[in-house]
């Protein structure tokens, strides 16, 4: 990484890469992930994910292969997601038997850290537009499908899909120094 970061028409051109890479290559992705052994719901997160830490790098030799890093980036967290659902509790017992058995493991201090963090995000949820907000809001907390989303919202899955990415970005964005 560069000390200055990218200058701004660097910038502008690393998004309108990865902004290319989106539309050719979401869904060839997400069943890429899907393949590793995710659902389809945690693929898509995965390849959300991938695409915001991909948005966030200025790193310029990596223009060079941008689509293999963005690959690479979305398999470690597919597998990093494999790898903790594989060590957590859950998968070795009834989710009934889980729950009877939870207990906080937040400290006090991690906590309040959370609660904050969560003000904060609701916050800079009021300031995205209302289709935005109400996209990420139905994907992420009600747990609907993009499809769903977009006949609710009388726009397309794929604007739902976009809809999110720039919630999840702008959140990461805001947040990332307290993340």
């Given at each position: 990484m560069r000390a200055n970061g990218p200058s701004p028409s660097t910038n502008i051109s690393h998004n309108e890469e990865v902004s290319r890479l989106y539309k050719r290559h979401h869904q060839q992705l997400v069943r890429h992930i899907v393949a590793k052994g995710l659902p389809l719901r945690e693929a898509e997160?995965?390849?959300?994910?991938?695409f915001v830490k991909?948005?966030?790098?200025?790193?310029?030799?990596?223009?060079?292969?941008?689509?293999?890093?963005?690959?690479?980036?979305?398999?470690?967290?597919?597998?990093?997601?494999?790898?903790?659902?594989?060590?957590?509790p859950e998968c070795q017992e009834p989710a009934g038997e889980v729950l009877e058995h939870a207990s906080p493991v937040d400290s006090p201090e991690q906590s309040s850290h959370h609660q904050q963090l969560l003000g904060q995000l609701s916050s800079l949820l009021d300031d995205l537009q209302p289709k935005c907000r109400q996209a990420?809001?139905?994907?992420?907390?009600?747990?609907?499908?993009?499809?769903?989303?977009?006949?609710?919202?009388?726009?397309?899955?794929?604007?739902?899909?976009?809809?999110?990415?720039?919630?999840?970005?702008y959140c990461y964005d805001k947040l990332q120094d307290q993340l």
């Open positions: 997160e995965v390849v959300q994910e991938a991909l948005l966030g790098l200025d790193d310029i030799k990596v223009q060079s292969y941008i689509r293999a890093y963005l690959y690479k980036i979305a398999t470690n967290l597919a597998i990093d997601k494999l790898r903790r659902a594989a060590r957590s990420f809001l139905l994907y992420k907390v009600k747990g609907l499908d993009y499809d769903v989303i977009a006949s609710q919202l009388g726009v397309s899955s794929s604007m739902v899909r976009k809809y999110v990415l720039q919630a999840v970005r």
